[in-house]
């Protein structure tokens, strides 16, 4: 059974840094593409960074610069280091699993960027 557990969230002031962890379990996580996906109240989830199976990031524009995806692949675990935060980067943050039809997300880590 596939386990995607993120914690690393919390209450930061703007300019702060925050790091998301996500651990993995019951699957063979280098062979996944992972990525980090954030849902901001009142509206629709987005990507936010993403990592290949053969370890290329890519970042949405409004992180690009700020936010840093990396995955340990002999820990099972995937991290997003957050950077000069904003309080628009206020949300559930999302760790995603996929593998060709497989796509497996886990429950969120609240993340608040607040004076």
């Known amino acids: 059974q596939v386990q995607l557990v993120e914690s690393g969230g919390g209450l930061v002031q703007p300019g702060g840094s925050l790091r998301l962890s996500c651990a993995a379990s019951?699957?063979?996580?280098?062979?996944?593409?992972m990525g980090w996906y954030r849902q901001a109240p009142g509206k629709q989830r987005e990507v936010v960074a993403g990592?290949?199976?053969?370890?290329?990031?890519s970042y949405a524009v409004s992180v690009k610069g700020r936010f840093t995806i990396s995955r340990d692949n002999a820990k099972n675990t995937l991290y997003l280091q957050m950077n000069s935060l904003r309080p628009e980067d206020t949300g559930v943050y999302y760790c995603?699993?996929?593998?060709?039809?497989?796509?497996?997300w886990g429950k969120g880590t609240l993340v608040t960027v607040s004076s």
């Open positions: 995603n699993a996929r593998k060709s039809s497989l796509d497996y």
């Open positions: 019951g699957m063979i996580f280098r062979l996944y593409v």
């Open positions: 990592s290949t199976n053969g370890g290329t990031s």
